[in-house]
Nanobody
Framework: QVQLVESGGGFVQAGGSLRLSCAASGRSLLIYAMAWFRQAPGKEREFVATISRSGDSTYYTEALKDRFTISRDNAKNTVYLQMNSLKPEDTAVYYC????????????????WGQGTQVTVSS
């Protein structure tokens, strides 16, 4: 059974940067397309970005593609989300997720989830 553990969240001032990590244990992540989702207080969980198994293809939600970058290191069994120029509206719990399908932005297509890491951006 694969377990995902996110880390790297925390408090940051607007304009700052954070890099989230999602480390897997128990099995290789190579068989999964991976993604990041986020959920702000009082809002539904939303798609952020996804990356193919090899890492050569990525897709972002339009509003974030210029500030966020998803990447993966399959040798380290880890997926990353680099977040730059952070804004208060980026405050949310960020989740990594795995799927057998690449290209989906629908959370129901992702059967593997981490516990989430809190990101708080102050103005």
């Amino acid at each position: 059974q694969v377990q995902l553990v996110e880390s790297g969240g925390g408090f940051v001032q607007a304009g700052g940067s954070l890099r989230l990590s999602c480390a897997a244990s128990g099995r290789s992540l190579l068989i999964y397309a991976m993604a990041w989702f986020r959920q702000a207080p009082g809002k539904e969980r939303e798609f952020v970005a996804t990356i193919s198994r090899s890492g050569d293809s990525t897709y972002y939600t339009e509003a974030l593609k210029d500030r966020f970058t998803i990447s993966r290191d399959n040798a380290k069994n880890t997926v990353y989300l680099q977040m730059n120029s952070l804004k208060p509206e980026d405050t949310a719990v960020y989740y990594c997720a795995g799927s057998s399908l690449y290209g989906s932005t629908w959370d129901a297509d992702f059967g593997l989830w981490g516990q989430g890491t809190q990101v708080t951006v102050s103005s």
